[in-house]
């Protein structure tokens, strides 16, 4: 069948997921290590709320494929793709799961990880909003967590392979790119850049507020009280 060359991903959307692939691969790294880059893990997590943020923001404003409401598994789509008449561009249902999936746990990652502490060098941004005991729990849930992200990401890359190898579909061209060979469908329209620089304001605004750079500095410690003079 004949086949034109469209626009499918936008340039902010391919920055965001390649920038995400290295992100959270660095966060990967230095939680792993800890030690003195425990405070990179940090920095890296702030950056990852970011790009979440962005993300979501221009899931509503983004161009047509980057948009949620374009590639919602709905029911209807999943029947169809399941019974391979599904005939869409973008991501199909099964890898809208993986992209809503992966967005809202790394949002449970980053978010559980700004009230977290080690008990040892480390305490999250906003950890004193919320109490040890709740800073605790939330250390676990962070913990608890990467292992569902380590197995969605394996997933992921498995999903990608498969399309490589067995439906002969290279996911990964258009995403460097942004264009791909398809049968029916138009390049992606919206995104401009009053959109760009909404979700890049709204995303540097959840970087500061994850920062804690708003709360109020901790009161100084008390002088230490000299000791009397030994005759």
């Given at each position: 069948?004949?086949?034109?060359?469209?626009?499918?991903?936008?340039?902010?959307?391919?920055?965001?997921?390649?920038?995400?692939?290295?992100?959270?691969?660095?966060?990967?790294?230095?939680?792993?290590?800890?030690?003195?880059?425990?405070?990179?893990?940090?920095?890296?997590?702030?950056?990852?709320?970011?790009?979440?943020?962005?993300?979501?923001?221009?899931?509503?404003?983004?161009?047509?494929?980057?948009?949620?409401?374009?590639?919602?598994?709905?029911?209807?789509?999943?029947?169809?793709y399941l019974?391979?008449?599904?005939?869409?561009?973008?991501?199909?249902?099964?890898?809208?799961?993986?992209?809503?999936?992966?967005?809202?746990?790394?949002?449970?990652?980053?978010?559980?990880?700004?009230?977290?502490?080690?008990?040892?060098?480390?305490?999250?941004?906003?950890?004193?909003?919320?109490?040890?005991?709740?800073?605790?729990?939330?250390?676990?849930?962070?913990?608890?967590?990467?292992?569902?992200?380590?197995?969605?990401?394996?997933?992921?890359?498995?999903?990608?392979?498969?399309?490589?190898?067995?439906?002969?579909?290279?996911?990964?061209?258009?995403?460097?790119?942004?264009?791909k060979e398809?049968?029916?469908?138009?390049?992606?329209?919206?995104?401009?850049?009053?959109?760009?620089?909404?979700?890049?304001?709204?995303?540097?605004?959840?970087?500061?507020?994850?920062?804690?750079?708003?709360?109020?500095?901790?009161?100084?410690?008390?002088?230490?009280?000299?000791?009397?003079?030994?005759?």
């Amino acid at each position: 069948m004949n086949s034109k060359r469209i626009r499918l991903w936008d340039l902010p959307t391919r920055l965001f997921h390649w920038l995400l692939v290295l992100s959270v691969a660095a966060a990967i790294v230095s939680g792993q290590v800890g030690g003195n880059f425990i405070d990179w893990h940090a920095r890296i997590g702030l950056f990852i709320v970011g790009l979440v943020v962005f993300r979501l923001v221009w899931g509503v404003a983004g161009s047509t494929y980057a948009r949620f409401s374009q590639f919602f598994p709905t029911p209807a789509k999943v029947k169809a793709y399941l019974g391979g008449d599904w005939k869409g561009v973008g991501h199909n249902p099964l890898g809208a799961f993986s992209v809503i999936g992966l967005l809202a746990l790394l949002a449970l990652q980053v978010g559980s990880g700004l009230f977290a502490n080690d008990d040892i060098a480390f305490v999250g941004p906003l950890a004193d909003l919320v109490g040890k005991e709740l800073s605790n729990r939330l250390t676990g849930l962070h913990h608890k967590a990467a292992n569902l992200l380590f197995l969605l990401i394996a997933l992921h890359v498995a999903a990608i392979v498969f399309y490589v190898r067995v439906k002969k579909e290279n996911l990964v061209k258009p995403m460097l790119t942004g264009w791909k060979e398809v049968e029916a469908g138009e390049s992606a329209k919206g995104g401009g850049l009053l959109a760009l620089l909404l979700a890049l304001a709204l995303a540097s605004g959840a970087v500061y507020g994850a920062s804690g750079a708003w709360l109020p500095a901790p009161p100084p410690a008390p002088p230490a009280a000299e000791a009397p003079p030994s005759w």
